[in-house]
């Protein structure tokens, strides 16, 4: 079943890895003070942006960059640390001159550009808690999730306010401040609009971290929830201990490197790997206001001598559609380590990463609710390609089994499937689900934190990811929610009945396909299926929308008038549906 | 083919893969993304659907060529002028 073994030999580049032997550092690792190696406050408190940013200006790393911004319109602009620690203390004043507090939520609707880093940073040092949303979301999802979130601070462009936020302003009233990154003129019509620039260059550059306990509250990821309310998952300042552990083991970032990191900010990983881990590991990192273009990206390694590369597998399966001769007409050959997250890479990208770079990629598995990667390859290690890797060092990781009583037991045996499951107790274990903390210990039974995927671990400890146990939906790197998308479709006036599901599909892993009834009277049309189709997309956006739809007479539903959504995704995948006991007798399950 | 009908077809396959596109508002020296609410998936089956209606083989290099209507019509003009 195992495909073949990539072994390592070496260090390329000379710089030796951060993890040398894995299993020796697993005997070697004592206790929880090991994850990291992160000085303390001098009074023994714990914040991430000082972390990340302010512990470092005192020494030779003031004067290095810290972000190597690319603008769309071409060039480069660098901020060092001691230039990011002054704007980050401009922000942190700027909030506390608008009377926001520890704990309150500030919002995030931007790309990757400079105010994404100090907003972020910025409202950790004022102990505010960080939320970044998707930008290619639609208005429906942003309204949902900025609500949910009581938020009290945005920071958004003027185009995305007026387009996604401004139309929704009424049905926000816990929002008190909108901060555009480029506007000169704010609208008369929003009194809640201010012009971030200018209030910048108003604030004292000097700032003063308070107090900050590792249990503060100070990040915030929604992550989509099989009833279709998103989930908010809290991180605590003491998780950084955790993101600069793992960024040091599992990404090999060594100080001086440069790294990027080509998520979203918008996801969890835009932040624990595009922002926190990397700076507090002292890296330059590589802010691309692009969007995906793999000569470009290709061109970027070159010019700026990416050391670490840190990407996502529909992004690598597009640059395989492009082909290997591509890669290699660019000098690539100041990256020593690549590495992929957003769901299972497929052994071939494993080792094209090979043919084209010269380097595997080093697939690795974590959720929005670890916080950080927990399941790794590493660059000591060999890679089997397929697998996500083997737990990072004071990592416990096990396969859960459901005994006919509905107890849990540990599976031992090799390679029998459950639930991959993580003994609670990392510093960036997410903390509870905003205002829904019985959703949260749902995910615990005893010292165990139930993932949702299924997965299975080899003779050898390495694990292999299997699937979700519930119908979540992963594309592109996305969790995606079929409630959600399903509530958005009967909005449609033509739409009776909608299920969701996902496609397997060769780029994305999976898209979102929509199965639709329609009401009495309607008859299914090529104009009336892009209607829909673009109802939606208006609604949850690119990202989240289906991708494609089908006209189907009648939906299999449960007697219970649950949609069978596990049947349609037999159907497309050909496989066997399981138990069709509970299907409603009445329902032809016939297009 | 001409530039109209060329251009339509072009507008078609983008609307198919994002029907929430107004081609009105469309500006044709723009990149799609720029101005547009599409993704990398979507760019694709934009492309894919090009590919089936023009019964042409689009090399992945070319790809960017095909990032505006603008760069669409300059660069499928010239290998579709005998059809």
Known sequence: ????????????????????????????????????????????KLNIAWAAVDRHVQGPLREQTALRVLPLQGGARDISY?????????????????????????????????????????????RSVFCPLYAAFGPEPIRLRLDLAGAKVLVTTEALFRHKIEPQLPALPSLRYVLLTDSSEVSPHCPICR????????????????PTEPEDWALLHFT????????????????????????????????????????????????????????????????????????RWYGIIQEHRVNVWYTAPTAIRMMMRLGTDVARGFDTSSLRFLASVGEPLNPEAVIWGQEAFGLPFHDNWWQTETGSILIANYRSMAIKPGSMGR???????AILGHRDDGSLRQIEDADEPGELAIRKGWPSMFRTYLGESERYERCFVGDWYLTGDLARRDRDGYFWFIGRKDDLIKSSGHLIAPFEVE????THPAVAEAAVIGKPDSTALEIVKAFVS????????????????????????????PKELVFRSNLPKTRSGKMMRRLLKAEETGTSPGDLSTLESNTPFAG | MDEKTLSDLVLDSLTKAAPDIDRNLLDPGMNFRDQLEIDSVDFLGFVLDLEKRLKIRIPEIDYPKLSSLKGCLGHLGPILKDR
């Open chain 1, 1 to 44: 079943m195992d495909r073949k073994i990539i072994s390592k030999t070496g260090a390329p580049g000379g710089v030796p890895p951060n993890l040398g032997d894995y299993d020796a550092a697993v005997a070697a690792f004592s206790g929880e003070s090991a994850f990291s190696d992160t000085d303390s406050l001098p009074a023994g």
């Open chain 1, 391 to 397: 737990p990072l060092p004071g990592i416990s990781a």
């Open chain 1, 487 to 490: 509530s958005q479709l009967l």
């Open chain 1, 518 to 545: 329609l009401k009495p009277g309607e008859a299914p049309s090529e104009a009336l299926r892009r209607d829909i189709l673009a109802h939606a997309r208006r609604r949850l956006g690119a990202a989240v929308a």
């Open chain 1, 224 to 295: 989509s929830g099989t009833t279709g309310t998103p989930k908010g998952a809290v991180h605590v300042h003491e998780a950084v201990r955790m993101h600069q552990f793992s960024g040091k083991l599992a990404l090999d970032i060594h100080p001086g490197d440069v790294f990027w990191c080509t998520a979203d900010p918008g996801w969890v990983t835009g932040t624990s790997y595009g922002i926190i881990a990397p700076l507090a590991l002292g890296a330059t990192l590589i802010v691309d206001e692009g969007t995906f273009d793999p000569q």
């Open chain 1, 195 to 210: 012009e971030l620039s200018g209030l910048m260059e108003q604030t004292d550059p000097r700032f003063s971290i308070e």
């Open chain 1, 82 to 126: 001691g230039q990011l620690h002054d704007l980050t203390n401009r922000f942190a004043n700027l909030l506390r001159d608008l009377g926001i507090g520890p704990g309150d939520r500030i919002i995030t609707l931007l790309g990757r550009v400079p105010e994404l880093y100090l907003s972020a940073l910025g409202t950790l040092k004022n």
